[in-house]
């Protein structure tokens, strides 16, 4: 996709990235992606006075809006980011999961810059001569981000890193207190203080993108003592960054279900076992869940690809669809069609669960004793769902079209076009 620039920052000009127009930022703005941010989180956390600031901003305050919307199939981290600082589908940017089965036959991280397709909206505003900025509480996310030349930091080796296209030698530094472990209910916060310090350093940033973690989601649901922890501390950063005058826009990545058994033990089909079972021969499953982060998941969630010859395709994608819980088994051709997808980056079938199951390779392959307190997780339909929050009133145009239906991807354009 091609990008172009109209006019320079400051002059109250436009980008196009990926087909879409964006104005250039007028005050400070900031996106943030709220890792396995459910909208039910929220919902629980405003019904219970935990985030007033979140509760003034969309009440008495700058008459901020509250919907839900879609993101990106599959529910994923990697695929959504992309999608959200592209404004554009994986057919598009081409990172479909963060994880898939490469020509070469190995299975591959889709981490590498080299896999993104697409510009990014902060690398075409840069470009502009917009200050932006890109943190991740994942260092996974980290380089794609900076896709283009944006400066990007992750909390995650916030000890190592610095900012060298602002002169930052050392990101602890800036934050000023020791970066917390990946899985630590901390570290999200800390991504976030990393932005609000690095505006109030560097003398203003135009455009930040924040991206958290889902750790405590993976643990816990709404209610639970680590969740209002994060909630309450996540509406205090909240206000922080309205009072220092940023536009803020809020979304998730994806959603978040348990996937367990009455009794709490974790809900999986094993697609190895499955196929194997029904006498297919030459498979290969493969998990886009699959990530560095084994404790959040242990790579189990709603959505798997297939790899299988033409012979024994349908034979395969039968003894799938007849599995209690499996609610989509589509080809590589529908797939493509339905999720959006780059033809040569899923599987030959790509199959969803429904809410309360997961889907893994083989029982062997899996620990389940990284997910024994419970298994939640996310990747299928039914955690597509997420919040789509604005700090300001939309325009009467873009209110109508929030109304409508939005999606995780339109935020940019709701946050940069759609306030006055």
Do not use: C
Not at 66 to 84: D, E
Not at 167 to 188: E, F, T
Not at 262 to 268: C, E, L
């Amino acid at each position: 996709m091609t990008s172009r620039v109209t006019e320079s920052a400051g002059s109250g000009g436009t980008v196009v990235v990926n087909g879409r127009e964006y104005r250039l930022p007028t005050r400070p703005t900031v996106v943030v992606t709220v890792d396995g941010g459910d909208p039910r989180y929220f919902d629980d956390a405003l019904g219970r006075g935990l985030m007033p600031r979140l509760a003034g901003m969309l009440g008495t305050g700058d008459g901020g809006t509250y919907v839900r919307g879609l993101g990106q199939m599959p529910s994923l981290t990697n695929p959504n980011n992309l999608s959200i600082v592209t404004g554009v589908s994986a057919a598009v940017h081409g990172v479909p999961g963060n994880h898939y089965h490469a020509p070469s036959g190995e299975e591959v991280q889709l981490v590498d810059p080299s896999f993104v397709r697409a510009p990014s909206i902060h690398a075409e505003m840069q470009r502009a001569g917009v200050r932006v900025l890109a943190v991740t509480a994942k260092e996974k996310l980290r380089r794609l981000l900076g896709h283009g030349g944006v400066p990007a930091v992750s909390a995650e080796l916030a000890h190592r890193l610095g900012l060298p296209a602002y002169g930052v030698d050392s990101v602890r530094a800036l934050v000023g207190r020791d970066n917390p472990g990946i899985y630590d209910w901390d570290l999200s916060p800390y991504a976030l203080e990393i932005g609000l310090a690095a505006h109030r350093q560097l003398g203003g940033l135009d455009l930040l993108y924040v991206s958290t973690t889902d750790f405590v989601q993976h643990k816990q649901g709404p209610g639970g003592d680590l969740s209002d922890r994060f909630l309450v501390r996540l509406d205090e950063l909240l206000g922080a960054y309205l009072d220092e005058g940023f536009l803020v826009g809020i979304t998730a990545d994806h959603g978040m279900n348990a996937k367990q058994q009455p009794d709490g033990t974790p809900r999986v089909h094993y697609l190895e076992d499955v196929l194997q079972a029904a006498g297919v021969k030459g498979y290969h499953v493969t998990l886009p869940i699959t990530d560095p982060y084994v404790l959040h998941h242990g790579a189990l969630g709603s959505f798997a690809w297939v790899d299988v010859g033409p012979a024994e395709r349908e034979t395969a994608r039968a003894a799938i669809a007849a599995l209690p819980g499996v609610e989509e088994v589509y080809t590589r051709e529908e797939a493509a069609a339905i999720y959006r997808h780059p033809t040569d980056r899923i599987g030959d079938l790509s199959v969803a669960s429904d809410a309360g199951t997961a889907l893994g390779k083989a029982l062997g392959k899996h620990d389940l004793s990284l997910v024994e307190s419970g298994l939640r997780s996310h990747g299928g339909r039914h955690e597509q769902i997420v919040p789509i929050i604005v700090s300001h009133a939309l325009s009467p145009r873009y209110a109508a079209r929030q109304a409508a239906g939005v999606s995780s991807s339109d935020l940019h354009d709701l946050v940069l076009n759609g306030v006055s």
